[in-house]
């Protein structure tokens, strides 16, 4: 169920049964020649609403611009720099806490988010610890979860793709955008087949390391065949862990 198409009575409710609430985070940011800017935004929202669905959890609408920074160099991409996406993820968490949620359940779509949102939680912590209300009391617990790391989807993606999978703009994520949203799948013509590798830095070091923007991938082998089988396996083991946090101590 998506927090954004409930009225507040329905999330009243829904309380009374979890405290747990998913929230996608993602970017928008270059994926190199045939990759859709979004495609961390839609992986992570994709993955989220089919777990909330597979758990009957709310999902809160997704985070859609992260920290991308060095994606710059490549047009349409955007930014919060690390300060500005900790507030916002403290912000959002602290204002759904605020009605009685406790189990935060990031459903993550981007590497770069991983040590501000990291952060973010920290701060959140910080904010409970620190308060002298009581408001220490609550049992926060904020979870991050890549959708593409768990041991079954990187076992999948190695299948699917082997030494072409890469860690930028990879054929798995293509994959799974073409599988969700199949009237924006691009073709491309890409040099070499498999992309270098390399250190991340600033923007512009990052447009002369990596010029088409992929980072050791072959995102041409994405099909929406394959992203259909990395949904399922995403969707199931991300929703394992998912009721795992929730069952925590
Ligand atoms: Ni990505």
């Known amino acids: 169920m998506l927090l954004h198409h409930c009225t507040w009575p329905e999330v009243e409710a829904h309380l009374k049964r979890s405290t747990g609430i998913i929230v996608p985070i993602g970017s928008t940011e270059q994926h190199g020649p045939n990759g859709l800017l979004g495609t961390d935004a839609l992986c992570a929202e994709v993955v989220a609403r089919g777990v ?65 949102v990291t952060a973010a939680f920290s701060e959140v912590y910080a904010d409970l610890s620190l308060a ?26 190695g299948e699917l793709f082997g030494a072409a999978e890469g860690s930028h703009a990879t054929p798995s994520e293509v994959s799974l955008t073409q599988f969700a949203f199949p009237e924006t799948i691009k073709r491309a013509a890409m040099t070499p087949d498999i992309a270098p590798k390399g250190p991340i830095y600033d923007a512009l070091d990052y447009r002369r390391r990596f010029a088409d923007g992929r980072i050791g991938s072959n995102p041409a082998l994405a099909s929406p065949e394959a992203g259909k089988r990395l949904y ?8 394992e862990d998912y009721r795992q946090f929730l069952a925590e101590d």
């Open 52 to 116: 909330g669905e597979a758990v009957d959890a709310l999902v809160a609408p997704c985070v859609a611009v992260g920290m991308a920074q060095h994606h710059l160099g490549f047009p349409g991409t955007m930014t919060l720099r690390p300060a500005t996406l900790i507030a916002v993820v403290r912000d959002m968490v602290l204002s759904l806490a605020r009605h009685g949620f406790e189990r935060f359940y990031f459903v993550n779509g981007h590497g770069g988010n991983i040590a501000t």
């Open 132 to 157: 002298r209300d009581g408001r220490a009391q609550r049992g926060v617990r904020c979870r991050l979860k890549n959708w593409w790391d768990g041991p079954a989807i990187k076992a999948l993606s």
């Open 232 to 239: 399922e396996a995403a969707v199931a083991e991300v929703a």
